[in-house]
């Protein structure tokens, strides 16, 4: 994003948001409301950006990777977590897939940011304090990928700095009621780059989190290691990425678990982006924990 700000819908003449139809937005600040829609929710996860990354998602995202796992594994006894979920959108597609399972865990490194209300405007904050999204009236803005945008919208952070936050939830509505319902289902705070804490599960899902547009190699291999150290010999990795290139369907590849590193199990006609990596993977077979 060049300016990393954007109008809001309905708020403008019409003519002026059919000009400007690309930087016209849905107000995301609808996530503080109870009575938000699941699909109005999901929507606004593309302004949440939090920790480098975007947790822009959608339903039914994975069909084919998703299908890897279904054709390749009895899932009954086997527990799933689902790294960098989002707000567990696609996790909830996973379950609804799913034969049978013991436990499945939607994590993500951000469940939860607070925000702050002046006049009409809500400012978001991440778990450190940074304010990531301003909202007004008529524009929306991103502080925390401008300079520009922070020094624009300072006299309201300011004012915001001293009003009280609250919390708030970045699990779908439809999770939310999932989660109220199978007690089979759980959140976890995770982040990639560290290792999964005992017990561990039996297969993890990446999905859209280790890209090249967000991490080096060298740190996706370092989340891999980590990734690796999360699963117990003979555990389940299913990669997936929604490439940009356009008509490219989404990619996929599962791979198990082996002392050394992962063997190639099943992929997608197309290799996801980080394929080559994880089959490249080498870990000491003493390595037990990966380094942060
Ligand atoms: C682009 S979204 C992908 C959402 C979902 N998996 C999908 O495919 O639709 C990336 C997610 O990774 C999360 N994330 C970012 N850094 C992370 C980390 N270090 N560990 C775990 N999750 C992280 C973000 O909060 C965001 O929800």
Redesign the pocket.
Same mark, same amino acid.
């Given at each position: 994003m060049l300016l990393p700000v954007r109008l809001l819908r309905d708020r403008w003449p019409g003519w002026i948001e059919r000009r400007l139809a690309r930087f016209v937005w849905s107000d995301p600040s609808v996530i503080t409301r109870p009575d938000v829609s699941p699909e109005r929710f999901r929507e606004a996860m593309s302004a949440i950006h !939090? /920790? /480098?990354?975007?947790?822009?998602?959608?339903a039914d995202?994975?069909p084919e990777p998703d299908a890897l796992l279904l054709d390749n594994l009895d899932t009954a006894n086997l527990v799933i977590a %689902? !790294? /960098? @979920? &989002?707000d567990g &959108?696609?996790s909830l597609d996973l379950v609804r897939k799913l034969d049978g399972f013991a436990g499945f865990v939607i &994590? %993500?490194?951000?469940l939860e940011i607070s925000s702050a209300r002046v006049g009409r405007r809500t400012v978001f904050y991440d778990p450190a304090g940074q304010a990531i999204l301003m909202c007004g009236h008529r524009f929306i803005a991103w502080p925390v990928l401008s300079r520009l945008v922070r020094i624009l919208v300072a006299p309201v952070l300011l004012r915001a700095a001293t009003t009280a936050r609250e919390p708030v939830t970045l699990l779908n509505p439809d999770v939310v009621e999932l989660l109220a319902q199978d007690p089979r289902v759980a959140t976890r705070e995770?982040? =990639?780059?560290t290792v999964w804490p005992d017990p561990k599960p039996d297969v993890i899902k990446v @999905? #859209?989190?280790l890209r090249r547009l967000y991490f080096t190699d060298e740190q996706i291999a370092r989340a891999l290691r980590a990734l690796h150290a999360s699963l117990p010999e003979g555990g389940h990795l299913l990669v =997936?990425d #929604?490439s940009r290139e356009p008509g490219m369907p989404p990619r996929g590849g599962l791979y198990r678990r082996e002392p050394s590193g992962f063997s190639l199990v099943a992929e997608t006609t197309n290799t996801p982006e980080i394929g080559g990596l994880v089959t490249a993977l080498e870990v000491a077979e003493d390595a037990g924990h990966a380094p942060r």
């Amino acid at each position: 994003m060049l300016l990393p700000v954007r109008l809001l819908r309905d708020r403008w003449p019409g003519w002026i948001e059919r000009r400007l139809a690309r930087f016209v937005w849905s107000d995301p600040s609808v996530i503080t409301r109870p009575d938000v829609s699941p699909e109005r929710f999901r929507e606004a996860m593309s302004a949440i950006h !939090v /920790g /480098g990354t975007i947790k822009i998602t959608t339903a039914d995202r994975h069909p084919e990777p998703d299908a890897l796992l279904l054709d390749n594994l009895d899932t009954a006894n086997l527990v799933i977590a %689902d !790294v /960098g @979920a &989002s707000d567990g &959108s696609t996790s909830l597609d996973l379950v609804r897939k799913l034969d049978g399972f013991a436990g499945f865990v939607i &994590s %993500d490194l951000f469940l939860e940011i607070s925000s702050a209300r002046v006049g009409r405007r809500t400012v978001f904050y991440d778990p450190a304090g940074q304010a990531i999204l301003m909202c007004g009236h008529r524009f929306i803005a991103w502080p925390v990928l401008s300079r520009l945008v922070r020094i624009l919208v300072a006299p309201v952070l300011l004012r915001a700095a001293t009003t009280a936050r609250e919390p708030v939830t970045l699990l779908n509505p439809d999770v939310v009621e999932l989660l109220a319902q199978d007690p089979r289902v759980a959140t976890r705070e995770h982040d =990639v780059f560290t290792v999964w804490p005992d017990p561990k599960p039996d297969v993890i899902k990446v @999905a #859209n989190l280790l890209r090249r547009l967000y991490f080096t190699d060298e740190q996706i291999a370092r989340a891999l290691r980590a990734l690796h150290a999360s699963l117990p010999e003979g555990g389940h990795l299913l990669v =997936v990425d #929604n490439s940009r290139e356009p008509g490219m369907p989404p990619r996929g590849g599962l791979y198990r678990r082996e002392p050394s590193g992962f063997s190639l199990v099943a992929e997608t006609t197309n290799t996801p982006e980080i394929g080559g990596l994880v089959t490249a993977l080498e870990v000491a077979e003493d390595a037990g924990h990966a380094p942060r």
